[in-house]
């Protein structure tokens, strides 16, 4: 017999308690966003090659190792996406959103893919939430990406475990002035570089500034910093930024090593990091990049800020801290049925305790009673009605308190009102989707004399 396939290494499946952080985590970034004023965007797994090349550049980690790259029948270059931005700003360009008011809020919450070495929290398919605002440059914007990104973490009750750290990278001459500075400071002392920093060195100097050498770190303390080559505008441009944050009650610490791993960052950059001081520390970061739109060959700059968190770190965090969470997929009801006459009784009341918020499963197929209480004990069902023979000639129930271990006999009428009366209402589901949704009657043309 063949082997039975298994999940394709480095991925991973949600289900059970997992999955339920994984909701909460998506609730919280969905509710801060929303009240942000900010709308949600979906964007294809699938890009071309030529897009992502473009935006990460081609010396980037990303685009020189970590691409999941695919060739259609048409022999046309694409990859799964690496990451959400690159796509949003495409999507921007390609739908005219300049045509609208600007600018343009969106937030995504998206798998992604990545070839990278396996880590704590980081999967080969990983999810990122983050948001984009398009079509307007002026810091207190990034002040206030940030400052969402914060009430984000707060709500996941993170408030007080994680540190904003901040940094700009000016505009790119200024930056190309301070990378010419920085390679030439390295490129004299290259024989204290290991083989991966030598590397940056030639292909991404800027990378240096992140490295792991502790050599490295220590020639960091004296070696150039970006603001010494930022002009008038941009340390005005900064000094708002902080200004803002201030403002905001954001408390930061300012970091000159800090580097995003992309080439069409400017200005602001900044990251939320854990404070363990582990390789791998950071929640999520973001910045501005303004010209991106130009890399990807519009032909005009495009302000935009924006941050991603990594969902599968968000989650992590939150269950360390001991965090539990309402379990609103649990088994309020369970009913167990005993004969034909007793599942015509349970199936209508069991549509009927759905309708009242409770949630509930019908035990079918014809087990034993005690199959079915072994069923009932494993899925944690709060209570279980049970109903045989004897139970439905005489229009009742045997209720059995699964917390308890107490049972009474109930009348069927009075048994959901009895039950819903013992579970704590922020455990029942009231959601109704047809409150979502509004029916708008047509507009029917005036006819005969009052017609325009």
Not at 33 to 55: A, D, H, M, N, Q
Not at 165 to 194: M, V, W
Not at 217 to 240: G, I, N, Q, W
Request: contains cysteine.
């Amino acid at each position: 017999m063949a082997e039975f396939p298994q999940r394709v290494r480095w991925m991973q499946d949600f289900f059970g308690e997992y999955q339920r952080y994984f909701n909460f985590v998506k609730k919280v970034v969905r509710h801060e966003f929303r009240k942000s004023g900010f709308t949600r965007i979906s964007t294809p797994v699938v890009e071309t090659k030529e897009l992502i090349v473009r935006s990460a550049g081609i010396g980037s980690d990303v685009v020189s190792k970590e691409m999941y790259e695919l060739t259609d029948k048409k022999g046309r270059e694409l990859v799964l996406k690496p990451e959400s931005t690159p796509g949003v700003l495409r999507a921007y360009i390609e739908n005219n959103l300049q045509e609208e008011p600007q600018p343009v809020y969106w937030y995504y919450m998206e798998p992604h893919f990545r070839y990278d070495r396996p880590q704590k929290g980081r999967y080969r398919q990983f999810h990122q939430m983050g948001g984009e605002i398009i079509g307007e440059v002026d810091p207190i914007l990034d002040a206030n990406m940030i400052y969402v990104g914060c009430s984000i973490l707060d709500g996941l009750g993170l408030k007080g475990k994680y540190t904003v750290k901040l940094n700009t990278l000016g505009i790119p001459k200024e930056r190309e002035k301070y990378i010419l500075e920085l390679q030439s400071f390295f490129e004299a002392r290259r024989h204290l570089l290991d083989e991966v920093d030598q590397a940056r060195l030639s292909t991404n100097p800027l990378r240096l500034l992140d490295s792991k050498n502790e050599d490295v770190k220590e020639l960091l303390k004296v070696a150039p910093k970006m603001t010494d080559f930022l002009k008038k505008e941009s340390s005005e441009f900064y000094a708002k930024v902080k200004e803002y944050l201030d403002i905001l009650g954001v408390a930061y610490v300012e970091d000159h090593t800090l580097v995003r791993g992309l080439d069409y960052y400017s200005h602001t950059v900044w990251e939320w990091v854990d404070g363990s001081g582990r390789t791998q520390d950071s929640f999520g970061g973001g910045g501005r990049y303004d010209g991106l739109a130009k890399v990807l060959g519009h032909k005009e700059e495009i302000p935009a800020v924006g941050f991603a968190f990594g969902a599968e770190r968000l989650i992590e965090a939150v269950m360390d801290t001991g965090v539990t969470l309402r379990n609103k997929d649990g088994i309020h009801l369970c009913f167990i049925q005993l004969g034909d006459e007793a599942k015509k009784i349970m199936l209508p009341l069991s549509i009927e305790a759905r309708n009242r918020w409770l949630n509930s499963l019908l035990s079918l197929g014809t087990p034993s009673l005690k199959i079915q209480m072994k069923k009932a004990n494993r899925l944690k069902a709060r209570f279980v009605a049970i109903v045989g023979i004897m139970e439905a000639k005489k229009g009742v129930c045997q209720l059995k308190d699964m917390l308890h271990g107490t049972q009474v006999e109930v009348k069927i009428q009075d048994l959901l009102d009895r039950v819903i009366a013992e579970i704590d209402p922020n455990e029942l589901d009231f959601y109704v989707p047809a409150k979502d949704w509004v029916i708008v009657e047509p507009i029917v043309e005036a006819e005969g004399e009052f017609a325009n």
